[in-house]
């Protein structure tokens, strides 16, 4: 252990003793997934839009080793005065498996909220990446506390039908095919993986095809939100984005009118990842924090595995 990690560890300690003896963290199990969408269900002042918890992304998941989340109980009455829900993915990084956990649906009894952060301590404790997708501004320095780096992701939405492209020769160029048996023939081994995760949410799968041959079919995750009192399209995911960007507006064009939808959003965290399908002043891009402990140095940047996917708005 380095310098750094013994003054984190003694800092951690130092939190650790902190927190009541009464106080205690404890890990939920799929046998518990009732009781936590009880007691979230009949909380008051929820800070986010309740959505009953669900199982791992995946299958064949030990959820006593990697719970669906861990209440904070008073021992004094027993009773549960917090929950922070735990969504768990296998992705293979650096063609090794990781096992990444998302945090969600983090509440506390306002009497007990100066000791959220007790929550971190079994979280860790484990080798796992540690993320965020949807963290309110207000706990952002807890995050700090516990030394996570605090991205900043960009999410850009707005009218997504491009009028000139629709006469250009490259609309014509493109199909779109929506059937998920023709969709997962053509993909390759990493999107059939993405496609087999996601397939039991709230998701469109969309392959674009080239019709002359030139480029390889683009794959995209597509989930319906409501934004800004707006039906949107939010692009999750897609695939060959160096090949396809150049065709944003007639790809984007063609996604809106296909699915009756007039707004596409699209969230991503390089600059050169973003679609380009209409000039600036038809879209709005806002700021959304993105906390992530590493592991051993390996992080990844999206949205998929996570609440985001997960969720209805």
């Known amino acids: 252990m380095n310098l750094i990690e013994k003054k984190s560890q003694a800092y951690f300690d130092k939190l650790k003793k902190r927190v009541p003896k009464n106080l205690k963290i404890e890990p939920v199990s799929d046998v518990d997934i009732k009781l936590a969408n009880e007691y979230l269900k009949t909380r008051k002042n929820l800070e986010f839009k309740f959505s009953p918890l669900q199982s791992h992304f995946g299958n064949n998941w030990n959820y006593e080793e990697h719970p669906l989340g861990y209440f904070m109980r008073n021992t004094e009455n027993n009773n549960i005065v917090g929950f922070l829900g735990t969504v768990c993915s296998k992705r ?43 963290p309110r501004d207000t706990i952002i320095g807890i995050y700090k506390k516990f030394n996570f780096d605090i991205k900043v992701a960009k999410y850009t939405a707005g009218f997504g039908i491009n009028i000139p492209s629709l006469f250009s020769k490259n609309y014509q160029r493109f199909s779109i095919i929506k059937d998920h048996y023709d969709i997962f023939k053509q993909l390759n081994s990493n999107d059939k993986k993405v496609f087999e995760d996601h397939k039991n949410y709230n998701c469109i799968n969309v392959l674009i095809v080239d019709k ?38 007639e790809i984007c064009s063609k996604i809106c009118l296909s699915f009756g939808k007039l707004f596409i959003g699209q ?25 992530i402990k590493t592991l051993n140095g390996i992080s990844f940047f999206d949205y998929l595995y996570s609440d985001v996917v997960m969720f209805d708005n």
């Open 92 to 134: 293979f990084i650096n063609n090794k498996e990781i096992i990444c956990c998302n945090l969600v649906h983090w509440f506390v009894e306002k009497e007990y909220r100066v000791f959220a952060y007790a929550f971190f301590f079994p979280l860790m404790e484990r080798e796992i990446i540690v993320y965020a997708t949807t």
């Open 212 to 249: 002359k041959k030139q480029l390889k079919p683009l794959y995209l995750l597509i989930k319906k939100n409501k934004r800004y009192n707006l039906n949107v399209l939010d692009i999750i995911y897609f695939s060959n984005n160096k090949e396809y960007k150049s065709y944003a507006s």
């Open 267 to 291: 969230l991503y965290f390089n600059t050169e990842n973003k679609l380009v399908y209409n000039p600036n002043f038809l879209l709005k891009t806002v700021d959304k924090f993105y906390p």
